[in-house]
């Protein structure tokens, strides 16, 4: 018999915000030591109350138009308890009645066509803590604790490994692209929940669901392991299917049941009385539409349509800093295929010359796009231009400084210098015979002439001992 | 008393019930649970009231979380005989001026008519709750003690307004409190359901502070309210279920107490609250556990708010027509030690006089041993009809 396989997603994504979501602590990534990156409220003791990060709103909403979700005015926060001591006020603060994004839509394409998977609803809630067990002891590290998440709920729509991997890469180069989350090791987490059924049938067959698993490659041969295993058991009644909740072992590539509490958990869901609900008004909206990034997919086209090539537009898409600097350098009127060779060949081999990516990079869209006009309109040549590029990256020079003072303007060039001088001494024979004659005020006025030719370019010392020279 | 408070300043002029915490002081709430934790905070009400030039005297023991009647169930001390509320005694006794407490479900309110001094539980959302051991956020406020309406006035002044560390705090970033508004032509309502559950003693008190209302040109009348009994079932389904998650923070993990003798961390979450928690916050964390199952949810948690919104309205109604609401503070004047596995249904029983200004937010005063309640940010209303009938006396 053939088998369809039918398949739902819970994503969890961490959101890349300066602090936490109830506190004003810095997200996990700052911590150095377990611990480095907690305070009273993120502890859980007395006294504190949860304090709501505006911006982790705006971040949700800006995943949530991404994914064409239904943005809701009203939001609301619950308390899901359970206790586990990671979880420092044994409750999670997370959204059940009233979730902040619903009834998205998303188009994965896969070497089989392209499949529409609808999102169920996206919610905001904060990350646990972690345990570290050493010996008999374990300890606890709450430095992930009240880390923003966003859960993004799909509805059972993937029919094979292939879209769920595809639709995960598109929503990380999504994030990524759109400052929502760096998407690093980790911090895209999934539950997957998977059934098989005859092929042509419209019921659901038995559900399992395969917990917390962060890579794709993981996910993939999770999913085939448990699709395998649900046809042999139809196929051949070799084991009956229950639902019930299984891990992936990733040594083994197999799944195996998680010990089953007796009864499904009862979670006692109720509203959080601590934050009020949370009002999206027009203004707010507007505000978060107007600075939600181009989506991925039209970003693609305009850099495509400016001649970028396929590599380079991936390289892009995969980091918001990058194609940030190159669409804030475009802004400043610099051609996009020229500003991005700068960016991805010049300024990616300095890095990586000095064992630095791109992380570090410091250069701003201004200097940037000063360097490239100059070598467009010939003040500098192609070389010179990588010259003051350099200086940029390691030592954060003004460009247009550094070329006078390094004599890189050609304009400055030494050949042009001597001309001006030499033209200079020509058309002012009486100051040159009062110098001669020991007036030492006519080099004065000979410099002076000098300057206004060139302008105020090249170096002032470098001219007058040229001057002299010539005199003497 | 010295066993009911620690001193915490002997030139101070505030005390601070135990459930609010003063930085560096330890902070029990009255349990076994929280033994040695010092706070590294103040409540933002103590805060304000340091910075302008009040010192607290010491922190005063309440019963564990504040569930009690008046703090007869703390770990720190055994009451025998007639029960007395530890910071009202010291307002009574003028060893302080003022104190500040966090009303739940009333005991300060009690505590404050068997001293016979006044305690304000204010609009809920005007006094911030940062720095407040909590367990029933959604209708727990601060609120001060004071021998007269314009002691607690001027308290009032100083920590009501905007804190953004608290989210259900109001925006407004001051209040104004007076206690001279005209009494003369204002209408009160005496609630004759509540009336009607208290003994004679308090309700002589009522009707003696109905005839000095009326000495001042108050109009009191006796009314029917119908869901004094529904409100209070409500708050405490609601008060236990909130409570009920509060408290689930103290699991011997982080700080507090722990049991000695665990093997697994079942065993030390078991051990550890069973040896922490007094058999009153067992009762409430059982019955606050079990109104939010699944399977109760709907009949119980989500039917509390639909009559906490119902209540609401019903009030505001009220507060159309009348300015304030007389009632008695509890069924009886005096309370008697009594054992703790009665507790939960004796605090119950007297809740039915104190749960609507918790349940709906609206402020509460008590004065003279009566209770008034008012419109929500009607104090000054309430307050200057205490003060108008402090002035007779
Ligand atoms: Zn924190």
Known sequence: ?472 | MSNYTVLLSENGTVAVDDTLLVKGAEAKAGSRMLEGFKPLFSAEAVTRLEKAGYTMHSKTHVGEFGLDLVGEFSNDCKQTGALRGAAASLVADGTVKAALAVDVNGAPRRAAMLEGVSFLKPTYGTVSRYGVISTAASGEQVGVYAKTADGIAEVMRVIAGHDGKDGTSLPAERYEYVTDAPAGGKRVAVVKELLDKADDAAKANVNAYADALRAKGVTVEEIRVSLTDAAAVAWQILMTAETCNNVSRYDGVKFGHRAENYKTIDELYVNSRTEGFNFLTKAVILYGSDVLSKTRYKACYDKSLRVRRVAAEAMNALFAQYDAVLTPVASVTGFEAYDIHEAFDKVFKESVFTAIPNLVGIPALVSGGVQLMGKAFDESVLLSLAAAVEKEG
């Open chain 1, 1 to 472: 018999m053939k088998y369809e396989l039918v398949i739902g997603l819970e994503t969890h994504v961490e959101l890349s915000t300066e602090s936490k979501i109830f506190c004003s602590c810095g997200g996990h990534a700052a911590a150095d030591e377990p611990n480095d990156c907690v305070c009273p409220a993120c502890c859980g003791m007395p006294g504190m109350l949860p304090v709501m990060n505006k911006r982790v709103v705006e971040l949700a909403v800006t995943a949530g138009l991404m994914l064409n979700c239904h943005i809701n005015r009203y939001t609301t926060f619950d308390k899901k308890n359970y206790y586990y001591p990671d979880l420092p006020c044994a409750y999670q603060i997370t959204q059940l009645n009233h979730p902040i994004c619903t009834d998205g839509c998303v188009t994965v394409k896969t070497s089989e066509g392209s499949r529409d998977i609808r999102i169920k609803q996206i919610h905001m809630e904060e990350d646990a803590g972690k345990l570290v067990h050493e010996g008999n002891s374990s300890y606890v590290d709450f430095n992930r604790t009240s880390v923003p998440l966003i859960e993004i709920v799909t509805q059972p729509d993937f029919r094979s490994a292939e879209e769920v991997v595809t639709y995960l890469a598109k929503l990380r180069s999504m994030f990524r692209s759109g400052g929502i989350s760096e998407c690093q090791e980790g911090a895209m987490r999934c539950d997957v929940n998977i059934s098989v059924r005859p092929e042509g049938s419209e019921e659901f067959g038995v559900r399992t669901e395969i917990k917390n698993m962060s890579s794709f490659e993981a996910i993939e041969r999770a999913i085939r392991y448990e699709a395998q295993r649900h046809m042999d058991a139809l196929e051949f009644e070799l084991e009956e299917l229950v639902q019930e909740t299984r891990r992936f072992d990733e040594v083994s590539g197999k799944t195996f049941a998680m010990r089953n509490k007796e009864t499904e958990a009862d979670y006692r869901y109720f509203p959080d009385a601590n934050l009020m609900p949370i009002i999206i008004d027009d203004e707010w909206l507007e505000q978060i539409k107007a600075n939600k990034p181009v989506a991925v997919d039209e970003k693609a086209e305009d850099y495509r349509a400016a001649g970028i090539v396929e590599k380079d537009i991936a390289t892009l898409l995969s980091d918001h800093k990058i194609s940030r600097l190159l669409d804030d350098t475009v802004a400043l009127g610099c051609d996009a295929k020229t500003a991005a060779s700068w960016i991805l060949t010049d300024c990616a081999g300095i890095l990586r010359k000095d064992g630095k990516s791109f992380d570090d990079l410091v250069v701003t869209p201004e200097k940037l796009a000063t360097i490239i006009k100059m070598v467009e309109d010939g003040t500098i040549n192609r070389g010179a231009g990588k010259k003051v590029l350099i200086a940029v990256v390691e030592q954060d020079v003004d460009p247009v400084a550094f070329c006078k003072e390094q004599g890189l303007d050609r304009k400055v060039d030494t050949a042009m210098i001597d001309e001006v001088i030499d033209r200079v001494i020509a058309e002012n024979p009486k100051a040159v015979e009062d110098f001669r004659g020991g007036k030492a005020k006519a080099l004065q006025a000979l410099f002076g002439a000098c300057m206004r030719e060139l302008k105020g370019a090249g170096d002032p010392a470098m001219i007058k001992e040229k001057l002299e020279a010539k005199l003497a």
